[in-house]
């Protein structure tokens, strides 16, 4: 059955989709010694398919990896970054980096610290990375100054970023401190640089910002303890079930 080129390789595992598009631009994938072209379909019973010059076919998938790992400050969120920075494939042993298709799921800033889930699981990457899903994510960020209740209350039902308005959010106060404010923000969008762009916006600009959960997925796990900066874990099965179900009306 015809299938679009980048949704295969995804399904075998070779690359997330948005790496298999980018590895069908840069002419590294053939379909019948012929250059793929992006958007291209293709039969995986019928037609040879090459990456770098080397067939690939489902049989080839690796075994499915899910992992939670806690992404420290200045560590990038890519598979490889060509200004030389450390990427969170880094943090992860050999024999997992180099697992194929291993890769971050989503983002966070280059300064951001938090829970991040990486997979070679390429349909799960589509899933929680489309727009339609909203899976909650929970932050908790320091910023500047004390924002009070109507600047908080603006946040809450959205803010206009280029034209669009962002999503309705929770937003609470946790704590104060002499000249800042850490509040818990929980987001159903996940738009560039979103909460620092609003922070900005409304006039208090974030200083820090550490994502502690993705859905029901936490840092904090019981009878585990805290995954510590840097660290990473496997996905427990009723983490892999609550992310397979939270995608299964993602159109694909």
């Known amino acids: 059955m015809e299938a679009r080129l980048q949704k295969i390789l995804s399904q075998w595992g070779i690359a997330s989709r948005r790496e298999a598009e980018e590895m069908i631009k840069a002419s590294r994938v053939r379909i019948n010694g012929e250059l793929a072209q992006l958007g291209q379909k293709a039969d995986p019973q019928r037609d040879t398919i090459t990456v770098d010059g080397k067939p690939m076919s ?13 992404k420290p400050a200045g560590v990038v969120t890519t598979c490889e970054d060509p200004q030389g920075r450390p990427t969170v ?10 697992a194929q298709g291993i890769h971050p799921v989503g983002r966070l800033d280059v300064d951001s610290t938090g829970a991040l889930i990486l997979t070679n699981d390429g349909n799960l990457t589509f899933g929680l990375t489309h727009p339609s899903h909203n899976i909650p994510k929970t932050y908790r960020v320091l910023v500047k100054g004390h924002p009070p209740q109507e600047v908080l209350q603006m946040w809450r039902q959205g803010v206009v970023l280029e ?3 962002t999503r309705p959010a929770q937003v609470r106060v946790i704590e104060k401190f002499a000249y800042s404010s850490c509040l818990e923000i929980l987001l159903k969008e996940g738009r560039n640089r979103q909460i ?18 993705i859905g029901s997925i936490q840092l904090q796990t019981p009878g585990k303890g805290y995954l510590a900066e840097g660290e ?3 996905l427990e099965e009723f983490e892999i079930r609550f992310l397979k179900k939270a995608i299964q009306h993602t159109e694909v």
Not at 61 to 70: C, I, N, V
Not at 89 to 98: N, V, Y
Not at 196 to 213: D, F, K, S
């Open 58 to 70: 489902a049989v080839q998938r690796p075994a499915l990896m899910y992992l939670l790992l806690h």
């Open 89 to 98: 494939l880094d943090l992860l042993p050999k024999q997992i980096s180099s």
């Open 163 to 165: 034209g669009r308005k």
């Open 196 to 213: 620092r762009r609003v922070a900005q916006q409304l006039g208090y600009p974030v200083i820090e910002l550490h994502r502690t959960a």
């Open 232 to 234: 990473y874990r496997h």
